[in-house]
């Protein structure tokens, strides 16, 4: 590895642990925290963010897939891990158990098989139960709830930890979002009242922590938040959090242009005026969304300067006509919080030009740019 990488990834363990004092610190008392570390950490590195979530004592950590799940255990995590799309294939039921993973049961398929066999298992299974109260995805109906419990009763080499649903709205608080916390917690009572009783009762994602306190219950998923993004912009006030990466790139070279020069592919700028441009070796293949052509900001000098021209596989030109002595190996933050800490340019941000979302944007950021544990 070179001294001066083209780019780094700056991954804040430090902003990691405030952002999970500061969830903790709006749940209500008695409320667990799984911390979501599926899709690589949203692009954070699973395992050093497993590792650093454990060490301050997460009581759960949960991942999208099994394979996710035998990572971690391989790197020596030992919190509880939930596989929360569950089991795709009754292949992946042998590392469930070699491995202690915990699958989210959502359907028919996995319900059945495991409780013709668990018998045959040394000890039980534990799962949690995925209701669809509403978000059209993964999960039993609320109407089938006293089946499902009745199958897991009689199921002895199955342990029901948990009890789970979703929201698809979860920033927003509304009538939908609040006759899905009824349906669940009916859901919660027809098992209670089949005997079972689940020490886990979760619902709510970054989103709902803030605006559905009533559905803290006994544990929360907390994904976005933990990196220190909202899934909306609106509850940034309510809940300060901190961008955990920060990407800069060191300025490659510099160069001067007359009014009406062309830039970069398809010509989609002109230069209005005598131009400085400085080119970051950064483009879409690491991660820095094409949307952002002639749209995106960084921070060079902790000056906010604009993205011009299309952005390349593996370049972007930033106009820095107006400041001075910008030079190669300079810095440029194409994420994250500045120097002073007042000028920072947040996923939220990056997303809300793009086109998309702080999770795609972080999720994105390619394994070209090496990732660097602060
Ligand atoms: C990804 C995921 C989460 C985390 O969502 P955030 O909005 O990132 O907090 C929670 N629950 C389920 C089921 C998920 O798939």
Known sequence: MSNSPRAVAYIDLGALEENCRSIRGCLKPGT????????????????????????????????????????????????????????????EIEPVVRYDLTPVVHDD?????????????????????????????????PAEAQRVAAILANSPGVKTEGIMTHFPS???????????????????????AAGLDPAYAHMSSSG??????????SLVRAGISLYGSHPSRSLEEVLPLRQVMKVVARIAFCRDFPAGVPLSYGRT?????????????????????????????????????????????????????DLDGVQSGDEAILLGEGD???????????????????????CKISRRIKRVYI
């Open 269 to 321: 700028y002109q230069t209005p005026r005598d131009t400085r441009i400085a080119y970051i070796p950064v483009g879409y293949s690491d991660g820095y969304p094409r949307s952002l052509s002639n749209k995106g900001r960084v921070l060079i000098k902790n000056r906010e300067c604009s993205i011009v021209g299309r952005v390349c596989m593996d370049w972007s030109l930033a106009d820095v006509t």
């Open 32 to 91: 667990g925290l799984l911390g979501v570390v599926k899709a690589d950490a949203y692009g954070h590195g699973a395992l050093e963010v497993s590792r650093k979530l454990e060490a301050i004592g997460i009581d759960y950590l949960g991942v999208a897939t099994v394979d996710e799940g035998v990572d971690l255990r391989k790197g020596g995590i030992a919190t509880p891990l939930l596989i929360m799309s569950g089991v795709f294939s009754w292949d």
């Open 109 to 141: 398929s996995l319900l059945t098989r495991l409780a013709a066999l668990s018998k045959e298992f040394a000890r039980p299974v534990r799962v949690h139960v995925k209701f669809d109260t509403g978000m059209g995805r993964l999960g039993f109906r």
């Open 340 to 362: 002073s800490r007042g000028r920072s340019i947040s996923a939220n941000e990056m997303a809300e030009l793009a086109g998309t979302i702080p999770y795609e944007i972080l």
């Open 170 to 192: 979860p920033e927003v608080r509304d009538e939908y979002g609040l006759s899905q916390v009824r349906a669940f917690l009916k859901v919660v009572d027809t098992f209670r």
């Open 208 to 217: 709902a922590i803030v605006t559905y306190p009533e559905a803290h219950f």
